[in-house]
């Protein structure tokens, strides 16, 4: 799975970033992931399956969703307070069907 982490500037995401790391190597899931701010979305989206957003940017949603070809949702506000690794990655096979 191939997913682009997105926040206003890429700093709170990259601690939720590590967490999906962690999470996957444990379960044996290939994880190919980075964190970006909101303004390098198009340079970046290409080369992922999805697009998850933190919720400090949720008000972005459908503008992200326009402007990309492939599937982008907000994370919800609990799990990436805790970053709940587990709850984030199926949020991201629910919406690619991977």
Partial sequence: MKILLVCAGGMS???????????CASKGEELEIEAIGKGDIEEHWRNYDCVLI???ISY???EIRDSIDIPAEKIPTLDYGRG???NVMKLA???TGK
């Fill in 13 to 23: 995401t990259s601690i939720l970033m590590k967490k999906m790391q962690t999470y």
């Fill in 84 to 86: 709940n690794a587990e």
């Fill in 93 to 95: 096979h629910k919406i």
């Fill in 60 to 62: 972005a949603l459908d």
């Fill in 54 to 56: 933190g919720p400090q």
